[in-house]
């Protein structure tokens, strides 16, 4: 069974940093795109970024650009999310999910496109 689990999370003052992990297993990451989300309490569900399964055209949402870089390894079948310079809105449960709906090439990080989700793993930033 293909099973995301995310790890990294934790409790960070404003301005520092976190590596979010993603680890599949089950099957190979190298056929999806993963796509990074976040949902904060009563709101909704936001794209943070995605990376396609070339590793190459990423998308980031503008609320991070700059901040936060995507990266993976296929061979290690792991994903991650670099996240720097944090801010109180930043704090929220963070997701990975799969999904080989796009292209080896380019990807959204549109939720409605991805079928496999981790269990996700809390970020606080707060001083």
């Known amino acids: 069974q293909f099973q995301l689990v995310e790890s990294g999370g934790g409790l960070v003052q404003p301005g520092g940093a976190l590596r979010l992990s993603c680890v599949a297993s089950?099957?190979?990451?190298?056929?999806?795109?993963i796509g990074w989300f976040r949902q904060a309490p009563g709101k909704e569900r936001e794209g943070v970024s995605c990376i396609p399964s070339d590793g190459g055209n990423t998308k980031y949402a503008d609320s991070v650009k700059g901040r936060f870089a995507v990266s993976r390894d296929n061979a290690k079948n792991m994903v991650y999310l670099e996240m720097n310079d944090l801010k109180p809105e930043d704090t929220a449960v963070y997701y990975c999910a799969a999904t080989v709906y796009y292209a080896y090439n380019w990807c959204l990080p549109d939720d409605r496109r991805y079928d496999t989700w981790g269990q996700g793993t809390q970020v606080t930033v707060a001083s």
């Open positions: 089950g099957s190979t990451l190298a056929y999806h795109a």
